[in-house]
């Protein structure tokens, strides 16, 4: 064998060798990186969310037990503070009014799911970078608020940053939803599910909530709706599952 030919064989087996090293940093790095996705952002997002649930339940005790309320938030009438930071609504099938201001991306509420041990946050605006990220679930803007007629519409990751609808297919007819507020629980039964549908379906989160792809699916009168939406199938955002509740019962916070 010449001299020649074992060069040329020593150069092809650094370059193997090259090529293989490289293949297992690029493979190690894709590790992290899903590690860093599916662990990581759950963990930071979870416990954010927990901190947030806390706080806000803080922040309602220590204002009921202040004897008041302050100006955007009260009983009677849909008064509040208005303008391009936030919104005023009122709400309550009961007969006694409650007004909650909401914020974009701020938290407002909790939504708790007895089946799924479920209690997360919920925030106004449905910003992944700015809601959904953070392992809250988001309120669609333009849809209606807690208790109110017509459609409170809510979206949450299905994997990763928090994952609170990670496991919503669990959820049976009968299930009860309920979310809290400053003035209020509100009491939902979970009452229609739609597996899959496309992600631009826009109208399970219409008033009166139906299907445009699978119109057999959702409602035909004007009602107190609650609408819960998440990217099935898992790990994808190609599809959306919606399950749908009625209010029952709204409870005022003592």
């Keep these: 064998m010449g001299h020649g030919e074992r060069r040329r064989r020593a150069r092809r087996r650094r370059v193997l060798w090259t090529g293989g090293e490289l293949l297992v940093t690029v493979g190690v790095v894709l590790m992290l990186l899903v590690v860093h996705q599916l662990w990581w952002t759950n ?61 974009a991306s701020q938290a407002y509420a909790v939504l708790v799911v007895p089946r799924l041990g479920l209690r997360v946050p919920i925030a106004e605006g449905v910003s992944k970078p700015k809601v959904l990220n953070h392992g809250y679930v988001g309120h669609y803007p333009g849809t209606q608020q807690p208790g109110q007629a017509g459609n409170f519409a809510l979206a949450g990751h299905r994997n990763t940053h928090g994952e609170p609808f990670r496991y919503l ?6 299930d009860t939803i309920e979310v809290e507020t400053k003035t209020a629980t509100y009491t939902y039964v979970v009452d229609q599910i739609l597996p899959q549908t496309s992600s631009r379906d826009s109208g399970v989160v219409r008033p009166v909530p139906r299907s445009i792809v699978k119109p057999s699916y959702g409602y035909k009168e004007p009602g107190y709706y609650i609408t819960l939406t998440t990217c099935t199938p898992e790990f994808t955002s190609r599809y959306r599952m919606v399950v749908w509740g009625k209010l029952v019962s709204t409870r005022p916070r003592a």
């Design 169 to 174: 297919p669990r959820l049976r007819r009968r």
């Design 43 to 103: 963990r930071e997002a979870k416990q954010g969310a927990a901190r947030k649930v806390a706080a806000l339940e803080r922040e309602w005790s220590d204002s009921a037990g202040s004897g008041g309320s302050d100006s955007s938030e009260g009983s009677g009438g849909s008064g509040g503070s208005g303008g391009s930071s936030g919104s005023s609504s009122s709400a309550g099938r009961s007969g006694t009014s409650y007004t909650t201001r909401v914020v």
